[in-house]
């Protein structure tokens, strides 16, 4: 999957799953956590399908909210941290 | 440069802002104490002038500070049972204690739980600025309302540095005179700046106040003599009124917070004293409490009166007082426990 | 205000003119540093090598685990803070399991080092970012500036090394107009704290602590009024302490994460403990709840994950049973909003949006105001007592009418003014520049007077014994 593809099905995924409105307005950029939209609950479900998406093993140690706060720095996060499955 | 306009805004801030301390200052007396919104309030507001001198007003408060029926502080008498009066002047009265912590409040309760039982009550005499002269010509109205069986006799030799001349005319009866219109902020903001002022500051203030006064131009060193022996026939004559009445006096040495040696946090507490007395110098008011002191033990001895020497007993630590001589709660227990141990055996004789 | 406060003030003036002229960054960094270690030498003198050895110790050991992420020494790292809270928190409290013993009579005289639980907390989360693979890397003297740092170093906010350091880094940021936000932060916190102290110490000299002393049977007023006035006490004392060292902050250009966002406005569990204690809220969340609920990938463990953090929400006070069930009950609360939620999800909404708003907020406030019991009471038979009341209805009244009106009087006044803040358009920035004048000004020398010539007569600062 090239790297828009993978934010696009993100986005898509979080409007659907996550904020249940597909009218939402995401961007690759728009703050998720710190602006409250995402709360720490759903973050889980969100780490487990960026793990889905990419396909890395995203330790849980290894990760913070505020580096998932926008869809462009999960994938950065991922490919920082992720280990292959 | 600031235009007219911001000037006048300004300084309608801070009338505004001032104002509106007044008001809630106004406001807090009224909710807390449930005084007058207007008007004068303060605590001379307790008491009017008659024939004698000041008399408490039955029943009036000023903040914590409730008379009773009699016009004098504490709750109101029970009939029947024994009574010890206590005379002074704002010492007696309790200026600093809590509610309650008085030291006669404090005797009463002393005496109570000794004898294991509500056996006697405290008549607290006392207001500020009593002398012992004002006292005795209290003697015969206090004895026909309460009939105590023993009057405490604690006496104020500062009182004598200044005594009003011997045949001063009486000031005529009625309501005594208040200023038209006070700002009650002004007394909440001094006490607020003697606490944050560095004492130093405080004394050199004071002693520039006592130099301005007219007084202190001529004051001595030394109490002359005679307002000692002043002291000493005032307190016989109260004697005397007691004893016509079937009282029995108890003298009481005055206790100062001053010990054998002063630091400097012990002139300036002199400095302090002498404020209200500027034609004493402050070396005399040791002096002066030391003869007084001896006056009182010798005139004990030459009419048979019982005293208790609280000046050997009380320990001069600071906690115990809250300026030069006025007690703090603790202070205040102390008096009574040593006036309890001096009062009991007399109780039981009488 | 006494003699002590007008030092500290001088000192703040002193460090800020010192800081505003000089131009060599170390040298300010220096002079913080400094006047942070001699504040809390000040407050707490015995302690002052504790937080020392503290700050070097960690420094050190979050530079190893930079060097070499290791799981094992990042957890031996944790296992040392963790056991210098236990040896001064936590261990006194286990005297009480031998009462005998003289070893543990000793045990028990041990006294709480000042602020321990926020810096040893921020030493934790370096640990934790440092493990992480953060960017940010403090020298010697910054780390320490961030542990010690004078307004933060008695009770928080819980800050992070990421927000703080770079800050000590830029060039200095104290401007007039960061004074003037800052004084106002200080001015509302005061209030606040006035408002506090004004409940604390009651009317009548009947206050908040004279309510919960109260023994026999309460009525179900008298433990929603008690209840209500603790809760607004803790909240005003907190929440009017955080805003102050915000304010003292801002004055020197600094920016500290929020720690209260008017929390009893919230309409669920889950909105309250986002702007409740904010900066430990979002700590248990970064390094307690995510890490455990990821660690396995169930739903229901993720509930189970946020009971134990809220559980450890609560021993973070302190070492007790009371502590540790208010913690569950918090938990429990945020999982059943959860369900709730997800149970609603897709229904029809039932009534009108705002009665729906109305009855979420009541809820939550209520259920908010009931965990106080298990805060504040002296014990399980005390807490039980209070819950009784609250939740079995029982007529009496056994709190004095004045006390009673305070309490009603304080929190029906709260509400009105946020309700009137939210409705007035908000044209300049600051908490009351939309008033006019005059009434503003009479809103400043309300505030001095409470602070100035009531808060005198209370006690001291809830948080300070965390």
New interface residues.
């Given amino acids: 999957m090239d790297h828009s593809a993978s934010h696009a099905s993100m986005i898509e995924y979080l409007k659907t799953e996550i904020l249940?409105d597909p009218d939402a307005e995401i961007e690759p950029h728009t703050p998720l956590v710190s602006s409250?939209l995402i709360?720490?609950?759903s973050?889980?479900q969100v780490?487990?399908e960026l793990e889905k998406i990419t396909a890395l093993r995203i330790p849980?140690?290894?990760?913070?909210?505020?580096?998932l706060d926008t869809v462009s720095q999960m994938f950065a996060t991922a490919a920082?941290?992720g280990m292959p499955r | 440069m600031p235009t007219r306009t911001q000037i006048a805004r300004g300084l309608l801030a801070v009338l505004i802002f001032g104002g509106s301390l007044e008001l809630f200052a106004r406001l807090d007396d009224y909710i807390s104490y449930g005084a007058p919104m207007w008007g004068v309030y303060n605590a001379e507001t307790l008491y009017v002038r008659d024939a004698i001198g000041k008399r408490g007003i039955p029943h009036a408060r000023f903040r914590k500070w409730g008379l009773n029926a009699l016009g004098y502080r504490g709750p109101d008498l029970i009939a029947g049972r024994p009574t010890v009066v206590c005379f002074g002047a704002s010492e007696t009265f309790g200026q600093q204690e809590r509610e309650g912590s008085e030291y006669p409040r404090q005797l009463e309760q002393e005496l109570n739980a000794r004898a294991g039982a509500q056996a006697y009550q405290v008549l607290n005499a006392a207001y500020a600025g009593q002398t012992v002269r004002t006292a005795t010509l209290r003697v015969p109205e206090i004895a026909a309302m309460a009939r105590p069986a023993a009057a405490l006799i604690y006496g104020v030799p500062a009182s004598y540095i200044e005594p009003p001349p011997l045949d001063a005319p009486p000031v005529p009866p009625g309501r005594i005179e208040q200023p038209r219109f006070e700002l009650r902020i002004v007394d909440r903001v001094r006490t607020l700046l003697k606490g944050m002022i560095p004492s130093s500051v405080q004394t050199w203030l004071r002693t520039r106040e006592i130099r301005a006064d007219r007084g202190a131009a001529t004051a001595v060193a030394r109490l002359p003599e005679a307002n000692i022996q002043r002291y000493r026939d005032d307190l016989s004559k109260l004697i005397a009124a007691l004893r016509q009445e079937g009282i029995t006096p108890v003298l009481v040495t005055h206790v100062d917070a001053f010990g054998e040696t002063l630091s400097d946090s012990d002139r300036a507490l002199l400095t302090s004293w002498r404020k209200f007395y500027p034609t004493l110098q402050e070396e005399g008011f040791l002096d002066m409490e030391r003869r007084a002191n001896d006056a009182v033990r010798s005139l004990g001895a030459e009419t048979g009166v019982p005293v208790i020497d609280l000046e050997k007993a009380m320990p001069t630590a600071p906690a115990n007082f809250t300026d030069f001589a006025h007690f703090s709660d603790a202070g205040a227990a102390i008096v009574a426990k040593t006036l309890a141990d001096g009062l009991l055996p007399i109780l039981n004789r009488e | 205000m006494s003699q002590v406060s007008i030092l500290y003030a001088a000192a703040v003036l002193v460090v800020w003119m010192t800081a505003r002229v000089s131009s060599s960054r170390p040298f300010r960094l220096w002079i913080y540093l400094a006047a942070s270690w001699i504040f809390y030498f000040s407050l707490d003198a015995r302690f002052l090598p504790l937080l020392v050895l503290s700050s070097v110790f960690n420094y050190h050991y979050g530079r190893r685990i930079r060097r070499r992420p290791r799981v094992a020494l990042l957890w031996a790292g944790a296992l040392v803070n963790v056991a210098l809270l236990g040896v001064f928190k936590y261990l006194p409290a286990f005297q009480a399991l031998f009462p005998d013993s003289p070893f543990w009579q000793h045990v028990r005289q041990i006294a709480l080092p000042l602020g321990l639980s926020f810096w040893t907390f921020q030493a934790l989360s370096y640990l934790f970012d440092q493990y992480r693979g953060d960017e940010t890397r403090p020298s010697l003297g910054e780390f320490c500036l961030y542990m010690g740092f004078a307004p933060t170093v008695m009770s928080g906010p819980i800050c992070r090394v990421g927000d703080l350091v770079p800050q000590f880094r830029a060039p200095f940021a104290g401007s007039w107009e960061s004074v003037r936000e800052g004084a106002q932060g200080v001015w509302v916190g005061v209030g606040m704290i006035t408002l506090a102290r004004m409940l604390a110490a009651g009317h009548g000299g009947f206050g908040v602590a004279d309510a919960f002393a109260l023994r026999g049977p309460l009525g179900t007023a008298d433990a929603w009024v008690m209840l209500l006035g603790y809760g607004f006490q803790i909240y005003f004392d907190f929440a009017g302490y955080s805003r102050l060292v915000i304010g003292v902050a801002r004055m020197f250009g600094f920016q500290l994460p929020e720690n209260f966002d008017r929390p009893y406005l919230s309409t669920s569990v889950t909105s309250f403990w986002q702007r409740w204690h904010m900066s430990l809220s979002f700590w248990i969340r970064d390094y307690v709840f995510l890490p455990l609920a990821m660690s396995r990938r169930e739903v229901w463990w993720r509930h189970v994950s946020l009971v134990i953090s809220m559980a450890v929400f609560g021993l973070w006070h302190s070492a007790s049973w009371l502590f540790l069930l208010w913690g569950v009950y918090q938990g429990l609360m945020l999982v059943g909003h959860r369900l709730w939620q997800q149970l609603r999800r897709g229904a029809a909404p039932i009534g009108p949006r705002w009665l729906r708003s109305a009855a979420s907020w009541l809820l939550t406030f209520l259920v908010i105001i009931l965990s106080w019991t298990l805060f504040r009471a002296e014990g399980a038979s005390h807490a039980a007592g209070i819950l009784t009341a609250a939740l079995i209805p029982a007529a009496g009244l056994q709190l004095p009418g004045g006390f009673v009106l305070l309490v009603l009087g304080l929190v029906a006044g709260y509400f009105a003014s946020q309700l009137a803040v939210s409705r007035i358009p908000q044209r300049a920035p600051g908490l009351l520049s939309w008033l006019p004048m005059p009434a503003r000004f009479a809103c400043y020398a309300a505030i001095f007077y409470l602070a100035v010539f009531r808060a005198a007569e209370a006690q001291g600062f809830i948080y300070a014994q965390f």
């Fill in positions: 249940r409250g709360d720490s609950f973050l889980i780490v487990q849980a140690s290894k990760v913070a909210p505020r580096d920082r941290v």
